[in-house]
């Protein structure tokens, strides 16, 4: 048994569990909103109309795509665990980190026909309404791989919970946790102690990195067309746009490693 038939076995039970329309018809339902409701002031503000619809996407996104990936890796370890199909699993002739992987393809391949849905229709309505002429479509494709980047990311973090417990419920609410420390309270707790700093040394030294370090933050930096946003982040050298980079790219691997390694201890 290869990595692949593992990750065709997953793509069948995420099929089976509606993951896969679900995770297509919000992407889908949402960027279209956000498409045409986004494209009413571009004629009067002279902006590109995809500029603006990828502006929109990215505050979606950030919220959106970590939820998807989290709710479809949560149960990964943990629900096998639960249904006891795990110690079946064990027994095929492959490590546990070829297991994770197939794992990981089958859920990566998922968010990313959700995404490319959702991104396909924004193109498409943009097109209809604007026409193809002095479109540039470099901030979609952007957005594609860093969307992509941005769930691989949760995807690991869902595994690595997974293996941590081995209630499934348990496992459902400690991603949400997770998701809304990450995407919600973490920015209201930087933007608290910035306040309280008033432009001392953690504004000046220690924001910009613990802003990056933050894979959500990181990704909607990286997309965001205003440079005035960017800057925000660029106070110390790499904490700047290599910077975010780096931990969109990093932050997969590491939760990856960290599940494989969480993985690796768990007994059916």
Same mark, same amino acid.
């Given at each position: 048994m290869s990595v692949f038939t593992i990750a065709s076995l997953e793509l069948l039970i995420a099929r089976r569990n509606m993951w896969v329309a679900t995770s297509v018809i919000l992407m889908a339902l949402f960027t279209v909103v956000l498409t045409l409701a986004g494209g009413a002031p571009t004629g009067t503000l002279g902006v590109d109309p995809l500029t603006v619809a990828v502006t929109s996407i990215t505050t979606l996104s950030v919220y959106l795509i970590p939820l998807i990936g989290l709710l479809l890796s949560f149960d990964a370890i943990a629900g096998e665990a639960e249904r006891g199909t795990l110690a079946l699993s064990l027994t095929y002739p492959m490590s546990r980190g070829e297991i994770l992987v197939g794992k990981f393809f089958a859920h990566l391949s998922v968010l990313? +026909? =959700?995404i490319a849905v959702g991104l396909g229709l924004t193109a498409i309505l943009t097109i209809w309404q604007y026409g193809i =002429? !002095? #479109? /540039?479509f470099q901030a979609l494709l952007k957005l594609f791989?860093? /969307?992509l980047a941005l769930g691989a990311a949760f995807l690991g973090i869902g595994y690595l919970v997974s293996s941590l417990v081995r209630q499934t419920g348990v496992a459902s609410g400690i991603v949400i946790i997770i998701w809304l420390i990450c995407v919600v309270l973490f920015d209201l707790g930087l933007l608290g102690a910035l306040v309280a700093d008033d432009g001392g040394t953690f504004t000046k030294e220690i924001f910009p990195w613990m802003l990056v370090a933050n894979p =959500? !933050? =990181?990704f909607r #930096?990286?997309?965001? &067309?205003d440079v005035s946003v960017s800057e925000l982040a660029s106070g110390v050298g790499a904490s700047g746009a290599t910077g975010q980079l780096i931990s969109l790219l990093l932050? &997969? +691997?590491l939760a990856l490693f960290l599940a494989w390694i969480a993985f690796r201890r768990v007994e059916p």
């Open positions: 990313g +026909v =959700a =002429a !002095d #479109l /540039s791989f860093t /969307s =959500a !933050d =990181a #930096l990286i997309n965001m &067309p932050w &997969p +691997v």
